[in-house]
């Protein structure tokens, strides 16, 4: 009996384990396919909870349907397998079935009915899967209580692990075989436990260990990455990846650029058309005189611009990603470096370089992405603005990089660029818009 509920427990902490580290690999896939900002990310933990509910409540009401499959719920949580897959498979393939371009925006209603879509396949079997647990648990006479502390533990340990996998530069396919692996192991212990060893369940977490070894995930991660790439770009323009603990990049070079994607978008392009002399040449007409520039967000372009004027005697550049400035510097190709003693690639937080340096900079270009999400907004904010105003010389200037039109400014892009002045004009007086 003890060995029951010893090899019982396990199966519960591992339903705990794979439901939130299943939903941590595919909400980093969500906000790449999908959209990044606040909203879409309500969409999706909307979605997921929104079908657990519903799917938890109609067991409920016909809970005698579901009593005689609880006593195979040993064998039954493996699919959480195949469902991880497919929902994977769609979430990465949504924009081509919603007829949505990579380039363009998400309208509202369509990501909302394709959230509900594709979060489907994972929520509602985790809406099934715990009243289910919870009758194969009877026999044993174990308290719901009990059941719901160990699933919470596996869930904990599942979201804990994922993340500290991501940190230290796993792939979402390296980490999903180890879930597998963990599964494999629950599955044959419950075949021990019960007394039926089959082959099948040796072989299971055999199969998965050898993968492992002959690095089949790499493989796997690879056909992810060109099929990714080629949503935007020719395939054969494809080089490779590195990965931060906030996104993967998938870099390759084009006729005579060097292209770096992040969440289905360029986010550099070396060297660039024309962008990079623009905004230095916006920015010098205000301070001719400059000597020392801060560059935040993607800039390589404009600090090779700026670096052509002799006067220049240091620039300074730093990401949003603190990983990402060395990682890229592992992958670039030497024709497209910076060369130059006076450029400085900063690998450290934004507001900590600024709170380091008082009274430095003769202009400070923030050239990041729009502020439509909580990341982003921080490098938008009332404290940000007066962390960098600290940080100017005398006479020195900031300048913020913000979407609109060629033509025609929409509601919301009006609304964002009120919104930026009004914020911009607390802590500086005088602007200019250009």
Known sequence: MKNHKIYKYLIIFVVGFLAIAFQTLLFREFIGSFESNDIAISFFYGSWILWVSVSSLIVFKISRYFAKFAVYFDKIFILYLPLFILQYSIINYARAFAGILPFEVFPLWKMLLWALLVNAPLSVFTGIIFPMMCKWLEDEKLPVSRTYTVDTLGSFAGGLSVTLMFYNGFDSVFVFF??????????????????????LSVLFPLLIISALILRCDVYLANLVRVYKWSKILPRETYQGAFLTSQAEYLYGTRGNQFLVLREGFVCEAIPDTGYGGKVASINLCQNPSAEKVLVIGDGMNICKSILKLPQ????????????????????????????????????????????????????????????????????????????????????????????SGENVISDEHSLKGASLMQTVSRVFHDMILV
């Open 178 to 199: 180890v879930c597998v692996l963990l599964a494999s192991i629950a599955f044959s212990f419950a075949k021990i436990a019960n007394k039926r060893v089959f082959l």
């Open 312 to 403: 220049i005697k240091n620039v300074l550049w730093i990401s949003y990603d603190e990983s990402y400035i060395r990682k890229l510097d592992t992958v670039l190709p030497d024709e497209y470096r910076i060369n130059d003693s006076r450029f400085i690639s900063v690998k450290y937080d934004v507001f900590r370089t600024l709170s380091y340096n008082p009274d430095n900079f003769d202009i400070i270009i923030v050239n990041m992405p729009t502020a439509d999400n909580s990341f982003f907004n921080r490098y938008f904010s009332l404290e940000f603005f007066q962390l960098a105003k600290k940080s100017l010389r005398s006479g020195g200037i900031i300048s913020i990089k913000m979407d």
